[in-house]
């Protein structure tokens, strides 16, 4: 993997600098960060901002990571953006290009094509050497620290907090939040030592009276601004505080946009859409949740989760993950919270064989058995007279592929 600026700085110069042209807003984090900027684009559309999205990866077309306002690019909107970059790029062979770097320049183009007024940029992997990065933020945002991508990011909560920190400007807001506490002097250390605002969630956000159901969850949150009775649709109790922490990013923007009131605030979280994330589908009268929980804190989140709907230990779990994640700290979070679970390869070449994962969580919960594709489990779980909802989690690429299944109603002819 290449870290560094280098070769996006370069691209970005020989696109005229196309990074410049919208303000931006960059959320770094290892969880949560898609989340909340997915529901600051859904605030922004609420409040008559005109605002790109840049997320990653995508779920089942390439097309999802770039949004403007409410829709997805197009394949031919896609292609008009990358045409440019690619010939940038082919321009100067001496600086190699990755997929990433030309993705997020292709975003850079497609929102200054469309002068937008804003747009928020979720970082593909820690901060300092993210392709994002070359952009300067209005506002930084870092919404969890945990233990993941560590031999890129450095072993610990302290050095990983630094890394993400990296999006921090001088003299620019930065809201932060950690709960491990020398993680989050590490964020407010990086930013005293840059010159940023700081803005501790710990300190400025509250969240009380969650509400978890499986259609969304309800909330109350208070910030230095309002007091807010709040409503999302994105389940689970990790949501609420994820789309406080966008409450109060909009706030800090409010000055610049006006039209990020607490009225937007409310409207926007009420709409946000974010796929993949405890969505639920029904097959052949079965309900299927696609969760694409990666790490093991999110798979406590998906864990507690359960519990909070009354769900522990009556789901049957599909479970994928990549071969160089803590698949064994995922499944001692996750497997001891249902009834059952069917291994699977996701549709990586970094994933991990059915068979790697059976042997490297073996005891962690219910006996697991393996299946030879997504489709196979998933065929054979909704055609088991067992009415008990299917939970499928472990990876992002798992549940693209699950949910491009769904969508196309094929297991419904199985």
């Not at 400007?169 to 990086?190: H, N, V």
């Not at 030592?193 to 956000?205: F, L, P, S």
Request: glycine share 8%.
């Amino acid at each position: 993997m290449k870290l560094g600026l280098a070769a996006i700085d370069a691209l970005c110069d020989r696109l005229g600098r196309p990074e410049r042209a919208v303000p931006v807003v960059l959320l770094a984090g290892t969880n949560g960060k898609g989340s909340v900027a997915a529901t600051l684009s859904a605030i922004a559309a609420a409040g008559g901002v005109r605002a790109g999205l840049y997320t990653s990866p995508h779920l089942v077309s390439v097309g999802e990571r770039i949004r403007i306002g409410e829709s997805d690019l197009s394949d031919e909107e896609l292609d008009s953006a990358l045409e440019p970059v690619l010939r940038a790029a082919d321009d100067s062979p001496e600086i190699p290009v990755t997929y990433f770097e030309a993705l997020t320049a292709a975003a850079f183009v497609a929102f200054a094509g469309r002068r937008l007024d804003l747009a928020f940029l979720e970082v593909g992997l820690g901060g300092r050497f993210d392709a994002t990065n070359v952009a300067s933020p209005a506002l930084s945002v870092v919404t969890s620290i945990g233990l993941d991508h560590t031999e890129e990011l450095g072993p610990t909560l302290s050095s990983i907090a630094r890394e993400k920190a990296g999006i921090f400007r001088r003299g620019r807001p930065a809201l932060l939040t950690a709960r491990d506490p020398e993680a989050r002097e590490a964020l407010l250390e990086a930013a005293r030592d840059c010159g940023a605002v700081a803005h501790d969630a710990a300190d400025e956000i509250g969240v009380s009276r969650v509400e978890t159901l499986l259609t969304g969850t309800r909330f109350s949150a208070a910030t230095p601004v309002a007091r807010y009775t709040l409503e999302t649709p994105l389940p689970g109790r990790h949501q609420a505080h994820n789309a406080a922490l966008a409450a109060r990013a909009a706030e800090l923007l409010s000055g610049d946009f006006p039209g990020l009131d607490s009225a937007a605030i409310r409207r926007g979280i009420a709409a946000t859409r974010w796929p993949g994330r405890l969505e639920k589908f029904s097959c052949r009268g079965v309900d299927v949740v696609l969760d694409g929980c990666h790490n093991p804190p999110a798979a406590l989140a998906l864990a507690g989760f359960l519990r909070d709907v009354g769900l522990a230990g009556r789901t049957r779990l599909v479970f994928a993950a990549m071969a160089d994640k803590d698949v064994e700290g995922m499944a001692a979070h996750l497997f001891p919270a249902v009834s059952s679970v069917r291994v699977v390869r996701a549709p990586s070449p970094r994933a991990a064989t059915a068979e790697e994962l059976l042997r490297r969580t073996a005891g962690a919960g219910p006996p697991s058995a393996a299946s030879p594709s997504v489709e196979a489990a998933l065929s054979e779980l909704v055609a088991d007279p067992d009415p008990a909802p299917i939970i499928v989690a472990g990876s992002l690429y798992l549940v693209g592929e699950a949910r491009s299944l769904l969508l196309s109603r094929r297991l419904e002819d199985a």
